[in-house]
């Protein structure tokens, strides 16, 4: 009777881990040089994950010194609502030995001329995206950072500067007027040099801030909603989010997601 209790605890412990795991992605290994560019051409297709609430497909990969990532967004007002409201990228281990908590914020725009851009939907036109974020570029000139090892005082978006020892972020838009984010960050700048091992497990949480009214050019101010939460799918992204452009009801919440992954080796 003891040994069939013991297996009985063995099986439900091998189902609950893999039920656990279901949810932890893999990075791919980046067989490529990816420039960060705020262009997605080097990326492998279809971008493998998505959150519908927050309307971004994302993938992520790695090679022996550094972690990348691609964000892209397709909808309209979610767009909008990245660069009005802003959002940042946080990345954690909860290894002891190897503990980190660095974190990317991209600020949101406060300049009127958002609402100007957004009128487009005022008027049943579309807002030209290239012109959205070329005013964002033009007010924001650098993310804001934390937790990572190095101070670096010129960091900035867009900088060619593609050395193995920077930071680097770009923001772009491609020929269907989808916002494209890329990021990459060297090991070293998350744990000390040379510690980051095949298999590595990391947590990566993206946050979108809630709209207010007065920052899409309405006459009211205030987020209405701030602290609803989106739920991630964990799962592959099969094809485009839907587009929700008609729908507002989500541009005044607050969106949050989480997805595990593990680095991959070559």
Known sequence: MEKISLVLFALIVLILNGRAQDNIAKSRW???HIIIDGN???WSKPLNFHDDKAGLQYAICNDSQKVYFVFKCDDERKIQK????????????????KK???????????????GILAGGSQTNKSTD????????????KAPLTMGFHSDQKDLTFNNWDQSEDR???????????NTIYEIA???KELQAENSFQPNELISLTVIINATNFSSL????????????????????????????????SGLFERVLFKQQFILSKK
């Open 185 to 187: 960050i060297p090991f």
């Open 129 to 140: 995206i290239n012109l959205l974020i070329k005013a964002y570029l033009s007010e924001i």
């Open 100 to 114: 980190m908590n660095a974190t990317i914020i991209f600020p949101g725009m406060k300049s009127r001329i958002v």
């Open 30 to 32: 980046n067989s490529e």
């Open 217 to 248: 050019g309405g006459g009211q101010s205030g987020a209405q909603g701030g602290m609803g939460r989106g739920r991630s799918t964990g799962m592959p992204h099969s094809g485009a989010a839907e587009n929700n452009s008609s729908d507002r």
């Open 167 to 177: 930071i680097n972020m770009a923001i772009g838009v491609d020929s269907l007027q």
């Open 40 to 42: 997605d051409w080097e």
């Open 82 to 97: 990245i660069i009005t409201a802003g959002w940042s990228v946080n990345l954690s281990s909860n290894d002891m030995t």
